[in-house]
């Protein structure tokens, strides 16, 4: 094999889909979302217990995909690896993949309402109604907000507080459902400690970028400096008898 047919070669090998890139991602996303969904309702039923036990596990599901996506971009100028490259190329697809768990847990939220109506009212509380109701209404316009055309026609800055807001807000509903978890002794309490891990990420990464910028800042600032103060001693030298 010659060396041209050698890089052709090699560049459609770099070029090929990978099945862990893009689109994928969300594939196997969704299928791990139904295998658990579908092993909770085989091992707890299809009752109300059932239904409860699949409500937690698509919510733990859900936090464990939004994670990664919420700190792709800090990771990335903190760390600078392979893996926060991929965290990076990938955040659109791994907020799908969250949006496709969370969507489950709302179907099966809806089917416990709809047959056990009863206890699920009397148990929901008027802040998880709220907070869940504006939640969604956030992903929903996220989700939709997440693909090249309709990114387009709403606008870069748009975009930027739609997706900002929604994902503090996400975040927040989050770590006040396992701040709760906490209190009460359960183990899915343990979900706020990467949940903090990622918002000091996201804080060391700001302060890594403010500290840069002023760095840049001063390093254009630097040169101008050093060229007035030669110009004013030439002119004090013209001067000088």
Do not use: C
Not at 92 to 111: D, I, K, N, P
Not at 122 to 134: E, K
Not at 153 to 165: D, E, N, S
């Amino acid at each position: 094999m010659n060396e041209a047919a050698k890089t052709r070669r090699s560049a459609q090998v770099r070029e090929r889909p990978s099945s862990f890139e893009g689109w994928p991602v969300v594939g196997w996303a969704a299928l791990l979302v139904g295998a658990v969904a579908m092993t909770t309702l085989h091992l707890a039923g299809t009752e109300e217990a059932g239904l409860r036990a699949a409500i937690r596990g698509t919510a733990s599901l859900s936090a464990a995909l939004f994670l990664p996506a919420f700190i792709a971009s800090p990771a990335q100028l903190l760390f600078l690896a392979p893996w926060t490259k991929w965290l990076l190329r990938n955040r659109r697809y791994l907020g799908l993949s969250f949006a496709v768990s969370q969507f489950t847990h709302l179907g099966f939220v809806l089917a416990l309402a709809a047959t056990h109506s009863a206890s699920f009212f009397a148990r929901l509380s008027r802040p998880t109604l709220v907070g869940g109701s504006v939640g969604y209404l956030f992903l929903t316009l996220m989700t939709a907000t997440s693909f090249d055309r309709t990114t387009a026609w709403l606008g870069r800055r748009r975009w930027r507080l739609l997706h900002g807001t929604g994902v503090w807000l996400l975040w927040s509903i989050f770590a006040f459902t396992y701040l709760v978890a906490a209190a009460r002794g359960s183990l899915t309490g343990l979900f706020v400690m990467p949940l903090a891990g990622g918002v000091a990420l996201r804080v060391a990464a700001a302060v890594r970028r403010r500290r840069d910028t002023a760095a840049s800042r001063a390093n254009a600032v630097a040169p101008s400096a050093s060229a007035g103060a030669i110009t004013s001693a030439l002119d004090t030298l013209r001067r000088d008898p």
